[in-house]
């Protein structure tokens, strides 16, 4: 039995990886996948794969796109969700901010360095218009830290996936001013460069066993229930993202990979490029 480690954020477009492990699919190929929960989300997780701490990240493009180019010893073996990640811009349900023109030079909540909710502060400010050299952020860590920092007013606003938090914004604890989505896939697989190197083959086979889930996820029945009690969603909530919601089984072509470099280069939040071979892996 081979042991392989894997981290994601604890969400629901992770749920296909936990129904493989329960349903004993990876065990069946003597493969122990340990699955991970990581709230902290994409700078925590290019940490893990940086000190070895997992082998494998379902992560956000971006982030890892990112961290590879500063020197992250790991590849990207295929897009996971190609459709793009809808970041709600969020502030405290009482604040007196009421429009994302209201926030502009206002502290923004982060989970972390190099989090996908710090590189989407700087693509919404670009959008903005704003200068983006004069963001400022507030590490928070977590959708919990985030509600503390807002409501504490030590920072201002937080993007976040917007599903996930509209139980907030259902409870009144957050307001949602409007949504900025990723302007490329929004999840990759990625492994690390040795863990790849001495398994390609368990590789490949993680990977035939997560397509084959992804592929009918939405055919599974009352899906739609299960995922709205497992992560506290209201059913038509639920409804609208499982329509949202585009599964990859692919890898990024170079056409793709350069694209998404330049954009991230053009908002400055890459200050390097790496070339397509550093950064995927043909599988």
């Given at each position: 039995?081979?042991?392989?480690?894997?981290?994601?954020?604890?969400?629901?477009?992770?749920?296909?990886?936990?129904?493989?492990?329960?349903?004993?699919?990876?065990?069946?190929?003597?493969?122990?996948?340990?699955?991970?929960?990581?709230?902290?989300?994409?700078?925590?997780?290019?940490?893990?794969?940086?000190?070895?701490?997992?082998?494998?990240?379902?992560?956000?493009?971006?982030?890892?796109?990112?961290?590879?180019?500063?020197?992250?010893?790991?590849?990207?073996?295929?897009?996971?969700?190609?459709?793009?990640?809808?970041?709600?811009?969020?502030?405290?349900?009482?604040?007196?901010?009421?429009?994302?023109?209201?926030?502009?030079?206002?502290?923004?909540?982060?989970?972390?360095?190099?989090?996908?909710?710090?590189?989407?502060?700087?693509?919404?400010?670009?959008?903005?218009?704003?200068?983006?050299?004069?963001?400022?952020?507030?590490?928070?860590?977590?959708?919990?830290?985030?509600?503390?920092?807002?409501?504490?007013?030590?920072?201002?606003?937080?993007?976040?996936?917007?599903?996930?938090?509209?139980?907030?914004?259902?409870?009144?604890?957050?307001?949602?001013?409007?949504?900025?989505?990723?302007?490329?896939?929004?999840?990759?697989?990625?492994?690390?460069?040795?863990?790849?190197?001495?398994?390609?083959?368990?590789?490949?086979?993680?990977?035939?066993?997560?397509?084959?889930?992804?592929?009918?996820?939405?055919?599974?029945?009352?899906?739609?229930?299960?995922?709205?009690?497992?992560?506290?969603?209201?059913?038509?909530?639920?409804?609208e993202w499982l329509k949202l919601t585009q599964w990859s089984q692919k890898n990024l072509t170079e056409k793709a990979f350069v694209k998404i470099q330049n954009?991230?280069?053009?908002?400055?939040?890459?200050?390097?490029?790496?070339?397509?071979?550093?950064?995927?892996?043909?599988?």
């Open positions: 039995m081979k042991t392989v480690k894997i981290v994601g954020v604890p969400e629901h477009f992770n749920l296909p990886w936990r129904l493989c492990i329960e349903n004993g699919e990876f065990q069946t190929e003597n493969i122990d996948l340990q699955w991970k929960n990581i709230p902290e989300g994409t700078g925590k997780m290019c940490q893990m794969l940086r000190d070895g701490n997992t082998d494998i990240a379902v992560i956000l493009t971006e982030g890892i796109i990112k961290d590879i180019a500063a020197g992250n010893p790991s590849k990207i073996v295929q897009i996971y969700v190609q459709s793009p990640l809808i970041w709600g811009i969020h502030v405290a349900a009482n604040s007196d901010f009421h429009t994302i023109k209201d926030l502009k030079n206002k502290k923004v909540a982060i989970s972390r360095l190099g989090s996908g909710s710090q590189l989407m502060a700087y693509v919404n400010a670009n959008e903005q218009g704003w200068e983006t050299d004069n963001l400022e952020f507030e590490i928070v860590n977590t959708i919990d830290g985030a509600v503390e920092a807002l409501t504490n007013e030590t920072a201002d606003y937080f993007m976040w996936e917007r599903f996930m938090t509209k139980p907030l914004v259902d409870k009144g604890i957050f307001r949602r001013l409007g949504d900025c989505p990723t302007p490329w896939p929004s999840f990759v697989i990625a492994a690390r460069d040795e863990f790849l190197k001495k398994n390609p083959k368990v590789m490949e086979k993680i990977l035939e066993i997560i397509n084959n889930a992804t592929r009918d996820f939405t055919q599974i029945p009352d899906i739609d229930k299960t995922l709205a009690d497992i992560f506290d969603q209201r059913l038509e909530d639920i409804q954009q991230l280069f053009d908002l400055g939040i890459i200050d390097k490029k790496s070339t397509f071979v550093e950064t995927v892996k043909a599988m």
